[in-house]
C-alpha cells in the first residue's frame, strides 16, 4: 500500500468460497451505499444471504435505495450517516451496538471529488479529507470494539484508488516517511495531511510534490492507504484483517458515467475480497483489477 514500493504480484482471480464461513448473522457494513459501487456491493452481499447495514449521507436516496432491494427481494437495514461528520459517526456507532450483537465487515466506500476528470481544483480540500480520510479513520475507530471475537473473521476493506500509490508523490521527504511501514504512525500521517491542508490554503500546494492528478482526493487516499498499513500493523494477532481495494475506472457518477468497469463488475470483485476463507485472509494490502481480470496486489 503506502510503506513501501515493490512490484505488484498477479493474483488468481478469486471465487467466492463453496465452504461458507459467514451466515445471515454475519453482519456487513457499506458506507456511501445509495448508488454506485457502494449499492452494488450490497446488493451482492445481500444476495449472499449476509446482514447488511446500508449507509448513506442523504436518507431519502438512502430509503430508496433501500426499497430498490426490496422490490428484488433482499432485506437490508438503513442508517442516514455523514461519515464527515464525527456526531453522525458517533450516532451510528451507538445504532450498530444496540441493533447488532456484533460486527463482522466493514467496507469504507464514501468518498467524495469536486473535479470532473479533466480538472484539478484543491477548493474543497478540507470536505474531501474529511469525508475520503477522516471519516473512514473515526468510523473504523468507533467500530473496532464491536467486532465479532474470532479467529480471523473481521475484515476491513476501504475502498482506494491508484491516485494514493506513493509512485505519485514527488516530495521525497514524504515518501521516505510513508514508505517505512515499520516506523510509520497515524501522527505522520495526520502531519503529512495537515500540511497538505495548510499548503493548499497559503496557495504553494502545485510546487509542493503532490500528486499531480486530482490533487486533494489523490492525498486523501495516498492518507488513508497509510493508515490502513499502520492499522493493520496495530490489528495484526487480533483476528481483524485490513486491505485497500481500487475498483479501477468503474462507470460511477464520480467519473461523469465514463469508465472501463462497471458497478456491479467491482463489486463481485470486492464480495470475493471480503469473503475470503479465513486461512487465507490477507492483511495490509492493496489490490486493483488487471487489465486481463485478474487481481493485483500492490504489496
Not at 449476509?50 to 433482499?74: F, P, Y
Not at 521527504?173 to 495548510?198: A, C, H, P, W
Not at 490489528?235 to 486491505?243: A, E, F, R
Amino acid at each position: 500500500m503506502a510503506s513501501k514500493e515493490s512490484s505488484e504480484a498477479l493474483l488468481s482471480p478469486p471465487s467466492i468460497p463453496t465452504a461458507r464461513w459467514w451466515s445471515k448473522d454475519t453482519v456487513a457494513i457499506v458506507t456511501g451505499a445509495n448508488k454506485g459501487i457502494g449499492f452494488a456491493l450490497v446488493k451482492k452481499l445481500a444476495e449472499l444471504r449476509l446482514t447488511v447495514v446500508l449507509t448513506a449521507r442523504d436518507n431519502a436516496r438512502g430509503q430508496e435505495a433501500v426499497e430498490s432491494l426490496k422490490r428484488l427481494g433482499h432485506h437490508v437495514h438503513f442508517f442516514c450517516l455523514d461519515v464527515s461528520d464525527p456526531l453522525s459517526i458517533k450516532q451510528f456507532a451507538s445504532w450498530i451496538k444496540e441493533k447488532f450483537a456484533a460486527v463482522d465487515i466493514l467496507v469504507n466506500n464514501a468518498a467524495v471529488s469536486f473535479n470532473d476528470i479533466h480538472e484539478n481544483s484543491v477548493e474543497h480540500a478540507e470536505t474531501v479529507m474529511r469525508t475520503n480520510f477522516y471519516g473512514p479513520k473515526l468510523l473504523t475507530e468507533a467500530l473496532l470494539p464491536m467486532f465479532r471475537s474470532s479467529a480471523s473473521f473481521g475484515r476491513i476493506i476501504n475502498i482506494s484508488s491508484r491516485l494514493g500509490l506513493l509512485n505519485k508523490l514527488k516530495n521525497p521527504k514524504l515518501r521516505d516517511i510513508l514508505m517505512d511501514g515499520e516506523k510509520l504512525s497515524e501522527n505522520q500521517i495526520q502531519e503529512m495531511v495537515e500540511l497538505f491542508l495548510q499548503n493548499v490554503k497559503n496557495g504553494t500546494w502545485q510546487n509542493q510534490g503532490w500528486p499531480e492528478l486530482w490533487t486533494d482526493y489523490a492525498v486523501s487516499k495516498l492518507a488513508l492507504n497509510a493508515y490502513s498499513v499502520v492499522l493493520a500493523k496495530r490489528l495484526k494477532g487480533h483476528g481483524i484483517s485490513v486491505n485497500c481495494y481500487c475498483p479501477g475506472f468503474t462507470r460511477t457518477s464520480m467519473t461523469g458515467g465514463k469508465g472501463k468497469y462497471t458497478a456491479d463488475d467491482v463489486a463481485e470483485v470486492a464480495a470475493k475480497l471480503a469473503l475470503l476463507p479465513p486461512q487465507v485472509l490477507p492483511t495490509g494490502k492493496f489490490y486493483t483489477v488487471s487489465n486481463s481480470g485478474g487481481i493485483y496486489s500492490r504489496l
